[in-house]
């Protein structure tokens, strides 16, 4: 049996497409649909899943060679086209477009006036809201989220409890995971791994790593900040240029390679100085 039915008298027509409201034929639980209750709009059936507890509501359109399946949700103003797919439990709504090959996926979240397009993946309990891009390859997952007016392209890769927001932009094949967080005008890009408690704002740029290791028992990170040219360090409140310089002669044998850990942290550590005073 059919779970929806095309309007045929109810259409319109968009960028020369032309869209029919859908019509519930039987009872969806989970979002509470009773036969007889009109939805969103499609192209076609092969849009909206008949299986599953898939809807489309409001005044959300579908259309194009996109799928919506499982038990996903669009609806509000919200737009799914070109070939992308959006399955599992995901939500699409207010104004957010999801369009190209783009895939949103399990319990991910688009929301605002979001758009994820190209070849780009949001999927995992991630969350993608405000004016935020998700472009190229680009993947965010796990719980991270990318709000604002932040850019994630290129091939990177945004993940754990991450949030990405303001102007910041991670693209190249940056990976950024942990519970990072980028804001401002920040922009990490390159080969960049940043990771654990790191925080990168202002207009700081890296094309670098941000480490975070532990070492007698010590946690240390370093974040640069171009904003007050300055290195914060984030894992503890310990400085790393003070640890060394108080520590140096009298470490043991045994912790001489922790030891030479922490000097090539330093070492990383003075050359971001050295791009901070430029």
């Known amino acids: 049996m059919k779970k929806y039915e095309l309007i045929l008298e109810s259409k319109k027509v ?19 649909i009773n036969p007889g209750d009109v939805g969103g709009w499609v192209e076609k059936e092969s849009n909206l899943s008949m299986s599953g507890n898939a809807w489309v509501s409001g005044n959300a359109r579908v259309y194009g060679n996109a799928r919506v399946y499982d038990d996903a949700q669009v609806y509000d103003d919200a737009r799914v086209y070109g070939d992308a797919w959006v399955d599992g439990n995901a939500r699409v709504y207010g104004n957010a477009q999801v369009y190209d090959d783009a895939w949103v996926a399990d319990n991910a979240q688009m929301y605002g006036n979001a758009q994820v397009y190209d070849d780009a993946w949001v999927y995992g309990d991630a969350q993608v809201s405000g004016d935020a891009w998700v472009y190229g390859n680009a993947r965010v997952s796990g719980d991270a989220r990318v709000s604002g007016d932040a850019r ?34 920040a922009q990490v890009y390159g080969n960049a791994r940043v990771h654990g408690d790191a925080r990168v704002y202002g207009n700081a740029q890296a094309e670098f790593s941000f480490q975070c290791l532990s070492v007698c028992g010590l946690r240390f990170s370093f974040t640069a900040t171009s904003s ?36 090539k942290a330093l070492q990383k550590i003075q050359k971001v100085e050295e791009r901070l005073r430029k």
């Not at 968009?14 to 509470?32: A, E, V």
């Not at 890769?157 to 005008?185: I, P």
């Not at 007050?228 to 520590?247: A, N, P, R, V, W």
């Open 14 to 32: 968009i960028y020369g497409i032309t869209l029919y409201q859908i019509r519930s034929l039987i009872k969806i639980d989970k979002p509470g």
């Open 152 to 185: 994630v392209s290129g091939d990177a890769r945004v993940s754990g409890n991450t949030q990405v927001y303001d102007s910041a932009q991670v693209y190249g094949k940056a990976l950024v995971s942990g519970n990072a967080q980028l804001y401002g005008s």
């Open 228 to 263: 007050d040219k300055s290195i914060q360090i984030g894992c503890t409140k310990k400085e790393l240029k003070k640890f060394t310089k108080e520590d140096k002669g009298k470490l043991p044998r045994t912790l001489v390679g922790p030891y030479t850990e922490l000097a």
